[in-house]
């Protein structure tokens, strides 16, 4: 797959769709370098749906508080330029996403 250079003349709001799209699985590479205990990988293990429920509610209301402390330092911090607002949204979504992976990656007990 060839992918176009970025032109540098134009604006972040046409140049973050274009690097979203050509970077979906960029957070998901770091899973190739996890570390899994290979002990918990033989064996299988059964699904609890309580854990994946309180998982769910857990991550849920700790990313949607996280979103509005984002929303709320970059609304301080950017103001009334969307371009730069779009830009540092997009950046933080990246970081939260491979936090996430790694942290669900690596950790066998939630």
């Given at each position: 797959m060839r992918i176009a250079p970025v032109d540098a003349r134009k604006s972040p709001e046409k140049i973050?769709?274009?690097?979203?799209k050509k970077?979906?699985?960029?957070?998901?590479?770091?899973?190739?370098?996890?570390?899994?205990?290979?002990?918990?990988e033989r064996t299988p293990h059964p699904w609890?749906?309580?854990?994946?429920?309180?998982?769910?509610?857990?991550?849920?209301?700790?990313?949607?508080?996280?979103?509005?402390?984002?929303?709320g330092v970059l609304f301080h911090f950017v103001g009334e330029r969307p371009e730069?607002?779009?830009?540092?949204?997009?950046v933080e979504s990246l970081l939260t996403e491979l936090?996430?992976?790694?942290?669900?990656?690596e950790t066998p007990y939630f």
């Open positions: 973050l769709p274009t690097v979203a970077t979906p699985g960029v957070p998901c590479a770091a899973r190739a370098g996890a570390h899994v205990d290979r002990e918990w609890n749906l309580r854990e994946v429920r309180n998982f769910m509610v857990v991550f849920g209301l700790v990313g949607s508080a996280f979103d509005l402390l984002t929303f730069l607002f779009r830009s540092g949204w997009f936090a996430i992976i790694r942290f669900a990656r």
